[in-house]
């Protein structure tokens, strides 16, 4: 019976290493690029002002002269500088940083004068238009210099048109050198609001599940809570960088953090940090372990098909069991070698991001309860687990382990089934709405 079974267990164990190899291997053994994912397009987010770095302006309005009164004050960012409803013209302005500004920095700006055409950018305080001319600015650009972390929003009141600039049907934002208002058409600019906005957003880090495979395109965890995100007061401007890379471990995410100035870059301005990361350090030494087994290079493009090819010859089997005790001690090294990268995983984001809400995810095990091979594997997820679990770590846990295991519903989480054949251990679509619940009970974010 018991040789029988082991028999059956080994079996399986092909099977998986077979499907391992097919999914993993090219995202474990070659090199990735860190790519970021472009959230959507700022002019269409409302956002808030920041405290630290402001922006005041005043300037020259038809019939009411210099604005606003006594001469020389200034309007505080974003309330509005000019009229509406009295058909009067925005003549020219002056605008200006305030707060704690950086040695170097400053706001540029270019208007577009009836009759003259562009003028050129003037910055912090000088001059931009005419007075005494009668001329009409028509359009104006805005830009920051040397201010890393922060853009400048701007919008505003154009004769015949109205509030501009309309998006999705409500009155948004123009940003960063982006034209407000018109040419060629004769308009007034008649007024204009801007303010100063600190960059903020929600980096996710990780390995495949992070990224967002095998979820439908924009169902992946990381989209669902940074929709969720963005839906709440003070988090309109919140931008996405996804920085997950299929197949990552834990020791090349401490490299990524240490080492890779984007993401070096993305967590200095992070809000919101998620974590999903150690299913490859189990992973990974189960492919590596067959492929030194098998005499097989696993940085080739056709290791999944070479691997296939050795396991169908005669006496697989057996190199498979031969193998087993080296490809567990291997698995056991690198669920060790977790616990040792995991608190500085941790201590290298809270020096990077050390205002950020971080968030991380248990792993779950794709295996049923049922399965041989769930003993062979569960211990592993669980001493990971544990490790990520530490009380006091200074972050939530997003328990995924349980919410899998403990999960009642028809739709399944996870691809996995021997029976019918599908062997991919990634999370479903639904697999992957039920780890965004995890983040939502979590309980950092309103």
């Known amino acids: 019976m018991k040789k029988s ?9 092909v099977i998986l290493v077979l499907m391992l190899s097919m999914i993993f291997s090219t ?10 994912n472009d959230s959507a397009d700022g002019a269409a987010i409302d956002t808030q002002a920041t405290t630290d770095i402001g922006v005041q302006y005043r300037g020259h309005v038809q019939n009411k002269g210099d604005v606003p009164l006594p001469v020389g004050s200034f309007v505080t960012g974003p309330d509005e500088l000019g009229s509406r409803g009295e058909g009067l013209r925005l003549e020219g302005l002056r605008i200006e940083l305030t707060g704690d500004i950086p040695a170097g920095a400053g706001i540029s700006y270019d208007v577009h004068v009836q009759n003259k055409g562009w003028q050129g950018p003037v910055s912090n305080g000088a001059y931009a238009g005419t007075t005494t001319q009668g001329l009409r600015i028509e359009a104006i650009k805005i830009n920051l210099t040397g201010l890393d972390g922060y853009e400048v929003y701007y919008r505003g009141h154009v004769q015949n048109k109205g509030d501009i600039p309309v998006v999705d049907e409500s009155w948004g934002w123009v940003k960063n050198g982006a034209q407000l208002g018109t040419t060629g058409e004769s308009l007034r600019l008649e007024s204009i609001q801007i303010k100063i906005v600190k960059t903020e957003n929600y980096t996710a880090l990780g390995d495949s599940i992070a990224y967002g495979m095998s979820a ?3 169902s992946g965890y990381v989209n669902l809570f940074y929709n969720h995100l963005t839906s709440q007061t003070g988090n309109e401007n919140l931008q996405l960088v996804n920085l997950g890379v299929p197949g990552y471990t834990s020791s090349q995410l401490l490299n990524q953090l240490q080492n890779d100035p984007a993401t070096m870059a993305a967590l200095s301005q992070a809000k919101v940090v998620t974590i999903s990361v150690g299913g490859n350090n189990i992973l990974e030494p189960v492919i590596a372990g067959l492929a030194v087994a098998f005499q097989l290079d696993p940085s080739s493009p056709t290791f999944a098909a070479d691997l296939a090819t050795a396991l169908a010859q005669p006496g697989a089997g057996d190199i498979i069991t031969a193998a087993l005790p080296g490809i567990q001690t291997a698995v056991t ?4 070698q977790f616990g040792t990268d995991w608190p500085q995983i941790i201590g290298t984001i809270k020096t990077l991001a050390p205002q950020a809400d971080i ?9 049923n309860l049922q399965d041989p091979l769930y003993a062979v594997f569960d211990p592993a997820i669980q001493t990971i687990n544990t490790a990520i679990k530490t009380p006091g770590a200074g972050y939530k846990v997003a328990d ?4 899998f295991a403990s999960y009642q519903g028809v739709e399944p989480l996870v691809n996995f089934n021997w029976y019918t054949g599908n062997l991919d251990p990634h999370p479903t679509t639904a697999g992957h709405d039920v ?5 939502l009970s979590a309980g950092i974010i309103n």
């Open 5 to 13: 079974m082991f028999k059956s267990l080994t079996g399986r164990l």
């Open 216 to 218: 439908t395109p924009g």
């Open 435 to 439: 780890i965004y619940q995890c983040h």
């Open 359 to 367: 968030v991380v995810t248990t792993l779950y095990d794709p295996i």
């Open 27 to 36: 995202a474990v053994f070659a090199a990735v690029d860190v790519n970021s």
């Open 333 to 336: 090294a690198s669920v060790t």
């Open 400 to 403: 995924v382990y349980t919410a």
